[in-house]
């Protein structure tokens, strides 16, 4: 029996050349895949730079609940350290740590002397003489800073600002205002010491040492020249210090403790650093990048993620927090 195969070939032919694909159609599914794959870059870009945001504020917030719960659990001032850096012209924060404070330096004896030698006039007396305290040693430590202050028999005195770093070198310390001998007055003081147990310096808070340090995603950072730029900077904080670092303690009562709970809100913008690469300000609507905001409520302690108030130039980012209004 004679099989035609010419003709069974015939129709097989249509079904082989069905069942692949012309060469227009693998190149529009390419395009396709393509457009699927730079749409979902795109959305995990903004997803991954929202969600380094997002973490970095819930962090700041957490760290400030969480000094603000350990002062109250300890019945004893707790907070955090901020240090900051230079970073594209701003001063940047990216860690912090907690601190625990520590107890009061009583060593030793001081003299207390007036400003001049001779005269009349002698000068007020505002300068002291350590023996046996070593101030020094507590200066290079970190411990004695010009935030200090310094108990002379019943009163309370300051460091007098900018001399602190000159005049420890010879254990002398210069206080304000001057000092008062038990009727409140100075008038008739020509030097006179203060023994031990009369006399006190509180200390600068230290680190928690079984506490890690926080660090924020890269590229996020707390822009502490926000607050320059809006004239809103803490009284009590120094920035043009070397230090590169500030504090914000809370006392037991679960409030901002010392000279920042006059503040009555503490405000702390959260930036990427793109954005600060191209200058656009805190609170610009042009921004491309997060930005946020933690705000401590120094009376109460209370510590919040507010609205930022955004508009064309990025004037007053901080009206919303403070007046509950944008005009």
């Known amino acids: ?21 012309t060469l227009i159609e693998i190149l529009v599914v390419i395009t396709i895949l393509g457009i699927l794959a730079a749409v979902t870059v795109t959305t995990l870009d903004f997803a991954i730079e929202n969600s380094r945001m997002s973490s970095a504020a819930r ?24 240090y900051y850096e230079t970073v594209e012209g701003r001063l940047m924060v990216r860690s912090l740590s907690y601190l625990e404070v520590v107890d009061n330096e009583t060593a030793g004896s001081i003299e207390v002397r007036r400003e001049a030698s001779s005269g009349p006039p002698w000068g007020d007396p505002i300068v002291l003489i350590g023996t046996g305290t070593n101030w020094p040693a507590l200066y290079d430590r970190g411990l004695l800073t010009e935030n200090s202050t310094i108990r002379l028999n019943s009163w309370w005195y300051r460091i007098e600002s900018g001399t602190l770093s000159t005049s420890i070198m010879s254990d002398r310390l210069r206080i304000t205002p001057a000092f008062r001998d038990a009727t409140g007055t100075s008038s008739d003081i020509s030097a006179g010491t203060v023994a031990n ?5 509180s200390l600068s808070p230290v680190e928690m040492a079984d506490e890690d340090a926080i660090v924020f995603p890269d590229g996020v950072y ?9 004239a809103i900077v803490p009284v009590a904080w120094d920035l043009s210090a070397a230090t590169g670092q500030i504090d914000i303690m809370f006392s037991p009562l679960g409030t901002v403790e010392g000279p920042l709970s ?29 930005e946020a905001l933690v705000t401590v409520f120094t009376q109460t302690g209370q510590v919040t993620s507010p609205p930022i108030f955004v508009d064309a130039t990025g004037s007053d980012p901080f009206q919303l927090v403070i007046s509950g209004v944008t005009e």
Do not use: Y
């Open 1 to 21: 029996m004679l099989i035609d195969r010419s003709s069974h070939h015939s129709h097989r032919d249509p079904e082989l050349r069905s069942s692949g694909f």
């Open 262 to 290: 006059i503040h009555g809100l503490l405000h702390l913008p959260l930036v990427e650093v793109e954005d600060v690469t191209e200058g656009l300000t805190f609170g610009d609507e042009d921004k491309e990048g997060n």
């Open 197 to 201: 147990g009369d006399h006190e310096i």
């Open 222 to 230: 707390i822009d502490l020249s926000v607050l320059v730029d809006n």
């Open 59 to 82: 962090a700041l917030q957490a760290a400030l609940e969480g000094a603000r719960d350990r002062a109250s659990h300890a019945q004893e001032p707790r907070g955090i350290r901020l």
